[in-house]
């Protein structure tokens, strides 16, 4: 069984659309992440959810909208997309927020930007 | 804000060698947590072994072990009678203590090859 799951997996799309990345966790947990690999595989927080709340958000564009419709689901939204939003998109979840929380990651969606 | 370095781009070794991945990093705080993540070829990240700042001991997971010297601000992994299956990206993270839902800061990371 998924622990935590992404769709697609694979995203290639044209400057300027919107797409959106699904979320899904079945581990029960309270906590939902997103994080971005750039192509130097430099990997960094972008969003953090608690129970649907959003605790963390770490500058990250206005075009960039996570939306979490339960505490199993985090989804990230991206309107007008751009050249420099190509990376691989990690969605984690962990059991609770507090730094002692395993986090568990998905496969990643790789994200390209013609 | 915490940060986390890992000086080593790439590294090499023999299968069934041991090899070392340094990590360091600069925090204020007093408690917190450190990891190592791997990332093989199929991208998945996986967690290899972590250390609480406040526990003196090492933390050990079967052929993975850290060397943590919290005065140095230092956490490598050592890997013993490496593997095929060891080549990967590794990634050091470190996450805080202080309140809320806490973000792993992430390394550069260390892309090991492991020869057959």
């Known amino acids: 069984d998924t622990a935590v799951s992404q769709t697609p997996k694979y995203l290639v799309t044209q400057m300027g659309n919107d797409k959106s990345i699904k979320c899904e966790q079945n581990l029960g947990h309270d906590t939902m992440y997103w994080y971005k690999q750039d192509s130097k595989k430099f990997l960094k927080i972008m969003f953090s959810y608690n129970n649907k709340e959003l605790i963390i958000n770490e500058t990250v564009p206005n075009r960039f909208s996570p939306k979490s419709p339960d505490k199993a689901h985090l989804n990230l939204h991206i309107n007008s997309l751009e050249l420099g939003d190509s990376a691989v998109y990690f969605c984690a979840s962990s059991r609770g927020q507090g730094a002692y929380n395993e986090q568990f990651f998905g496969p990643g969606t790789r994200l390209t930007v013609l | 804000a915490q940060t986390v370095t890992q000086s080593q781009p790439e590294m090499s070794v023999q299968e069934a060698e041991t090899v070392t991945l340094s990590c360091t990093y600069d925090?204020?705080?007093?408690?917190?947590?450190l990891f190592w993540y791997k990332q093989p070829p199929s991208r998945q990240m996986i967690l290899v072994i972590r250390?609480?700042?406040?526990?003196?001991q090492n933390a050990t997971e079967n052929r993975f072990s850290v060397n943590f010297q919290k005065a140095a601000k230092s956490f490598s992994l050592k890997i013993s009678d490496s593997q095929l299956g060891d080549t990967a990206m590794y990634f050091c993270a470190f996450t805080g203590s202080r309140g809320g839902s806490e973000k792993l800061v992430f390394g550069k990371g260390t892309k090991l090859t492991v020869n057959p």
């Open positions: 925090t204020s705080e007093s408690n917190y947590y």
């Open positions: 250390q609480e700042a406040y526990k003196q």
